[in-house]
């Protein structure tokens, strides 16, 4: 520093961590700490098996025409941040999330009706809404949600997309 005091986070960065030294010849591992290294992969992981699980959802319910499913689902995982912004508690979050969350029931009712591709790219739009809400916090203490929603959207967005490129049909 230039005032003459010695700063202590900057040496006690420095100090390398037990488990952390690296033998003779190799640069040490430096990396995010153990907590946060950890916090993101089961999110993704768990995102990915709840995406299979909403790409074969029209299984389950067989009585609706697939399309209506997936735009049901779209619904409900972008209705999903109203109830964070509600715990937020602030106006402008509120009104936000409600506006963006009617953008996408929105796009799943011409989905139904129109092109399934109009459900893919709302599911990979949510994808990235998710994605800038994980980088901006804008919805407070929603820290693993984002990562989780994301991967879900973009899995069944992919195996939708896979769908459709080879013909399946998505009518009753």
Same mark, same amino acid.
């Given at each position: 520093?230039?005032?003459?005091?010695?700063?202590?986070?900057?040496?006690? !960065?420095? $100090?390398?961590?037990?488990?952390?030294?690296? #033998? #003779?010849? &190799? &640069?040490?591992?430096?990396?995010? +700490?153990?907590?946060?290294?950890?916090?993101? #992969?089961? +999110?993704?992981?768990?995102? !990915?098996?709840?995406? @299979?699980? &909403?790409?074969?959802?029209?299984?389950?319910?067989?009585?609706?025409? #697939?399309?209506?499913?997936?735009?049901?689902?779209?619904?409900?995982?972008? /209705?999903?941040?109203?109830?964070?912004? *509600?715990?937020?508690?602030?106006?402008?979050?509120?009104?936000?999330? %409600?506006?963006?969350?009617?953008?996408?029931? *929105?796009? /799943?009712? *011409?989905?139904?009706?129109?092109?399934?591709?109009?459900?893919?790219?709302?599911?990979?739009?949510?994808?990235?809404?998710?994605?800038?809400?994980?980088?901006? &916090?804008?919805?407070?203490? $929603?820290?693993?949600? +984002?990562?989780? %929603? !994301?991967?879900?959207?973009? @899995? /069944? /967005?992919?195996?939708? $997309?896979?769908?459709?490129?080879?013909?399946?049909?998505?009518?009753?």
């Amino acid at each position: 520093m230039t005032n003459g005091t010695h700063d202590t986070r900057t040496a006690d !960065a420095l $100090t390398p961590r037990p488990g952390l030294t690296a #033998p #003779p010849g &190799q &640069q040490p591992v430096t990396s995010m +700490p153990r907590g946060r290294l950890r916090a993101l #992969p089961v +999110p993704v992981i768990w995102g !990915a098996v709840w995406g @299979v699980i &909403q790409a074969v959802s029209p299984l389950g319910f067989w009585w609706l025409e #697939p399309k209506t499913v997936y735009a049901l689902g779209l619904t409900l995982i972008a /209705a999903v941040y109203i109830g964070f912004s *509600v715990a937020d508690g602030r106006w402008k979050v509120i009104a936000a999330e %409600c506006s963006v969350a009617g953008l996408f029931v *929105v796009v /799943a009712a *011409v989905g139904v009706s129109g092109s399934a591709w109009l459900l893919v790219l709302g599911l990979a739009g949510h994808g990235l809404k998710d994605l800038w809400q994980h980088r901006t &916090q804008f919805v407070r203490n $929603t820290r693993w949600w +984002p990562p989780f %929603c !994301a991967t879900v959207d973009w @899995v /069944a /967005a992919g195996i939708l $997309t896979a769908a459709l490129l080879m013909g399946v049909p998505f009518h009753g």
